[in-house]
């Protein structure tokens, strides 16, 4: 071979060589391309779950504070409240040192059950204790360690069943824990997750569960799942429920019915069950926090006065779901966005007691003839009037039943009008209008 071939050929090598490692480098440039995409991708993803999750951790409950010094005067702090209203989440944020155990888990529970000196060896105090009515018995073992210990702050107790757990409670703990009670976000917490004013029909429909919020869930289908899991887990735990098309037939009616007198003897037609029954499967919602009663006010008035009590629900977006509302623009098409308002605003003033561990003090008003106050607080030996207007514009109408109340009321104390418009003043017959965002400052004040 000559010279001139044997130079060729080594250059053809070398060409298919560089060909290759060009190519093969080429192809490693672009897998390491692919592939830091995929982890900016997955970075993005990571930091926005971890927003969420900071977000979410980061929103401090209006009770947090109150939980904390009840932890310092009392050895047990009992939290009860409806599933989902973040008693866990309140327990932990507040008390991020305490050791924690949900007895929801059934081997947990079997272990609290079946052998509880080893379940306290397992969890000592301070603990957290979820769902505490899921074993009862504990508390007579808390008692005896508390009675030891004697320090305050060792047991943190969440329950969802009213009536179970407060029987036990009164039972096992007098005079040794503190009692609160956990509702949904209340209007100053969940302004947090809106960035404009709060919109009448928007807090309505949405209502306030902190899941819709924090894990960004439809509303429509959230209610749909809350009501099937949860209200209905919980009733039958309750009660020997055979017929469960009646009881949601039940709770339709009664949404339908919000802000009236209960009439048992109405449901029940309605139902076609025993108004016995109907007056049992309410105390069951009660305890279980999804229906609210609210007691007619009637010292010092004489028998003109109505003594039936009125329905709300907890949660406006649950009597929404039931009314078959499936978004905020129907809400003001509704025949029932008076009632619905009067609901959330009502609620509000209950959430605004609670959240500072006193009783709600909330009444209504109503006589033979018809006069009525939506919403009285009593504040020491004074009755604070309110009325509730689901009206965005202001109408001098609305003080026609505050100022009938307070010339038969010696004890009357200022008069309120809350309605949904943003507007803060004083008329002339010294009443205060506020907007419902607002609602808070009329009964969060002991007085």
């Known amino acids: 071979m000559e010279k001139t071939d044997l130079l060729a050929t080594a250059d053809g090598q070398r060409f298919r060589f560089f060909h290759i490692e060009s190519f093969a480098s080429k192809r490693v440039s672009f897998e390491l391309f692919i592939l830091s995409e995929c982890l900016c991708i997955l970075g993005v993803v990571f930091l926005f779950y971890t927003f969420l999750c900071i977000f979410s951790i980061m929103i401090q409950r209006d009770i947090h504070n109150k939980v904390q010094q009840l932890s310092k005067k009392f050895p047990v702090v009992t939290i009860t409240g409806p599933r989902q209203a973040g008693k866990t989440t309140l327990a932990k944020m507040a008390f991020p040192e305490h050791n924690y155990c949900n007895l929801e888990h059934p081997e947990t529970r079997a272990i609290a059950l079946e052998d509880p000196k080893s379940f306290f060896?397992?969890?000592?105090?301070?603990?957290?204790?979820?769902?505490?009515?899921?074993?009862?018995?504990?508390?007579?073992?808390?008692?005896?360690?508390?009675?030891?210990?004697?320090?305050?702050?060792?047991?943190?107790?969440?329950?969802?069943?009213?009536?179970?757990?407060n029987a036990s409670v009164s039972q096992s703990l007098a005079g040794r824990t503190a009692l609160v009670t956990l509702l949904p976000f209340s209007i100053n917490e969940v302004k947090q997750f809106y960035k404009d004013d709060l919109i009448r029909d928007q807090c309505i429909f949405n209502g306030f569960l902190p899941r819709i919020f924090d894990q960004v869930q439809e509303p429509l289908i959230a209610y749909r799942n809350y009501l099937h899991t949860y209200v209905e887990r919980d009733v039958r735990q309750l009660i020997n429920l055979k017929d469960l098309y009646t009881f949601e037939k039940m709770l339709k009616l009664l949404a339908g019915r919000i802000g009236q007198l209960i009439n048992f003897n109405s449901l029940a037609n309605d139902t076609g069950v025993s108004a016995k029954t109907i007056s049992h499967w309410l105390s069951v919602l009660e305890a279980s926090y999804i229906i609210f009663r609210l007691q007619p006010f009637y010292e010092n008035f004489g028998k003109r006065v109505i003594k039936s009590s009125k329905i709300y629900f907890y949660e406006t977006g649950l009597a929404s779901y039931l009314l078959g509302i499936e978004n905020e623009r129907q809400v003001a098409r509704d025949p029932l966005l008076g009632g619905l308002f009067e609901n959330m605003v009502?609620?509000?003033?209950?959430?605004?007691?609670?959240?500072?561990?006193?009783?709600?003090?909330?009444y209504f008003y109503r006589d033979s003839h018809h006069n009525e106050v939506d919403l009285i607080h009593k504040q020491g030996d004074k009755l604070i009037p309110i009325e509730i207007k689901a009206s965005q514009t202001y109408n001098p109408h609305f003080l026609k039943a505050l100022v009938r109340f307070r010339s038969i009321s010696k004890n009357s104390g200022t008069g309120y009008v809350i309605y949904a418009g943003n507007q803060s003043f004083i008329t002339k017959d010294e009443i205060k209008i506020i907007g419902f965002?607002?609602?808070?400052?009329i009964v969060a004040n002991p007085g």
């Open 121 to 165: 060896m397992q969890y000592p105090a301070p603990v957290i204790i979820d769902e505490i009515q899921r074993a009862p018995q504990l508390l007579s073992y808390i008692q005896v360690i508390v009675d030891e210990q004697k320090t305050n702050g060792l047991f943190i107790l969440t329950g969802s069943e009213q009536l179970l757990l």
């Open 346 to 362: 009502v609620i509000e003033c209950v959430k605004s007691r609670t959240n500072i561990a006193l009783d709600p003090n909330l």
């Open 437 to 441: 965002e607002k609602a808070k400052e």
